[in-house]
């Protein structure tokens, strides 16, 4: 069964930064393209980046420069360093497979990012 568990969001001021981690079990991590999604309040949930087996990134036009995804396959654990933070970055962040998600998503963690 899949499980995920997303950790590290919290509470910022607009420009400071966030380190958020997701810890993945019961799949074949190092064949599975993995995704880092958003849902602000409101509003869909939508792809922020994603990551290839070998350490291919992709981001969204709104986070290209600032946020930085990676994987260590050893620890079958995502990371999104999110920096230069904006108010409008704030929302529930959670990881996924990507493009094809899992039916399960883990409980997301929040990053509030103040102005």
């Known amino acids: 069964q899949v499980q995920l568990v997303e950790s590290g969001g919290g509470l910022v001021q607009a420009g400071e930064s966030l380190t958020l981690s997701c810890a993945a079990s019961?799949?074949?991590?190092?064949?599975?393209?993995m995704g880092w999604y958003r849902q602000a309040p409101g509003k869909q949930r939508e792809l922020v980046a994603s990551i290839t087996p070998d350490g291919r990134p992709n981001y969204a036009d709104a986070v290209k420069g600032r946020f930085t995804i990676s994987r260590d396959s050893a620890k079958m654990t995502v990371y999104l360093q999110l920096d230069s933070l904006k108010p409008e970055d704030t929302a529930i962040y959670y990881c996924n497979r990507y493009p094809t998600v899992w039916s399960s998503w883990g409980q997301g963690t929040q990053v509030t990012v103040s102005s």
């Open positions: 019961g799949m074949l991590f190092s064949f599975t393209v």
